[in-house]
């Protein structure tokens, strides 16, 4: 999510459903949001044992800019010597749940906010290559067993 819904995260925003619970809220960038439209973010069991742990309330940070000093932290507890922003955490979800989860382009864009797909694209860090490897890997028709047909037809 953006920093600027984050502070929507409140007892009041996180519905339970069956089997789960999600976090419903009013996205404040979107402009041509319908009234009274939100967003259905579903919540990860991490997501649900943080959210528990500190009864339904998360802690705020003061800005943007100290949320992204709190990801660099993380980022340096972690070993990875990389900038980061709370953008780049959109993009990284945005990345997993299309390549890693196999989520529905429509269904990720649902969740971050995004009403175009040329503008979602942006956010996938995919190449060519890599984008084609993922269409061979989910569909057999694109899979061939046999290696070196070119060299033969030499």
């Not at 319908?34 to 998360?58: C, D, W, Y």
């Not at 984008?131 to 046999?146: G, K, P, S, Y």
Request: hydrophobic content about 35%; charged content about 25%; proline content about 4%.
């Amino acid at each position: 999510m953006r920093h600027s819904d984050y502070d929507q995260f409140h007892r009041s925003n996180i519905v339970e459903v069956p089997g789960s619970y999600n976090f419903v809220y009013a996205s404040r960038k979107t402009q041509k949001q319908p009234k009274g439209a939100s967003v259905t973010v579903p919540l990860t069991n991490m997501a649900v044992q943080v959210t528990v742990r500190h009864g339904f309330e998360i802690p705020k940070p003061a800005s943007n800019q100290k949320m992204n000093a709190g990801l660099k932290k993380l980022m340096a507890l972690a070993g990875i010597r990389k900038e980061v922003s709370s953008h780049d955490a959109r993009r990284t979800y945005a990345t997993l749940a299309y390549k890693v989860w196999e989520l529905h382009i429509y269904s990720i864009m649902m969740v971050t906010g995004h009403k175009t797909q040329k503008e979602f694209r942006k956010y996938l860090c995919i190449d060519s290559e890599e984008n084609a490897q993922m269409i061979r890997t989910q569909h057999a028709r694109f899979q061939v067993d046999r290696p070196g047909l070119r060299e033969k037809q030499s």
